[in-house]
């Protein structure tokens, strides 16, 4: 049977380098998304992030679903925003190569399932905003950024009854883990909020339009593995991938 191939973005980082070694920069993403990916049956394939644009949208015609990953911030100036102070490790290279390839696995009909920033990349790509510092921008906000010693289900969602998020976890609420300190504030054109934290603050997306586009602004790869609960986003990528 063939496994559907699931391309999964890659951010990038420096080494440190002393005085005698180059700078190196490194491609990759948290072995915990291509595990849930394959757990799922699919089949993980990795796109490294690179700086011509149509080489990365040519790597969509080897894939049947887009999965974008959790990383730094998004350039503000991508949706018309000055830099609050506390924003960090943005990667312009990375923001048009992902704002790219999410219009056109739109254009495509490929299935897209957003992750954290993933979420947030997809909001920005169709013309939405973003919420810059939850603690300083969002009155009486919640902790929405974990430092717990393991795996922690932080805080909980209450979910849309009518949403395809409810249908895929079958959950009208959850708790779930949390590492931002950024959100959706307006919502682009053809999404639709599924669910929200207790101080309102945006906790996912889908397609507002029946397409096959689900996001989530918590990280299921990273408890997929001891939270059963969660696994079923991937399943659903997995399976809408299946149909192409």
């Known amino acids: 049977m063939k496994r559907p191939i699931i391309l999964i973005t890659a951010g990038r980082k420096n080494e440190s380098a002393g005085d005698s070694k180059p700078q190196t920069v490194w491609n990759g993403c948290d072995i915990d998304y291509t595990q849930s990916v394959a757990r799922s049956g699919g089949a993980p394939l990795l ?56 219009r056109v696995a739109l254009e495509k009909g490929i299935p897209i399932l957003g992750i954290c920033r993933g979420l947030q990349l997809l909001n920005v790509a169709l013309g939405g905003t973003l919420i810059q510092d939850i603690p300083s921008q969002v009155p009486n906000s919640i902790k929405h950024y ?85 696994q079923p986003l991937f399943d659903w990528l997995v399976l809408e991938a299946g149909k192409k």
Request: a negative charge; one cysteine or more.
């Open 47 to 102: 796109l490294p992030c690179i700086t011509d644009e149509q080489t990365a949208i040519a790597s969509l015609k080897a894939a049947d679903g887009l999965l974008l990953t959790g990383g730094g911030d998004i350039l503000s100036l991508n949706y018309g925003e000055e830099p609050h102070l506390t924003s960090a490790w943005q990667d312009p290279t990375r923001d048009a190569n992902e704002i790219a390839l999410t």
């Open 146 to 230: 974990g430092a717990g010693l393991t795996t922690t289900l932080l805080h909980s969602i209450d979910i849309e009854p009518d949403s395809l998020l409810h249908q895929v976890l079958g959950n009208g609420k959850m708790a779930v883990n949390s590492y931002h300190h950024q959100a959706a504030k307006d919502v682009a054109p053809g999404l639709k909020i599924n669910s929200r934290a207790k101080d309102g603050v945006i906790e996912g997306l889908e397609s507002s339009e029946g397409k096959p586009v689900l996001s989530v602004q918590f990280h299921p790869e990273e408890i997929a593995d001891v939270y059963p609960q969660f």
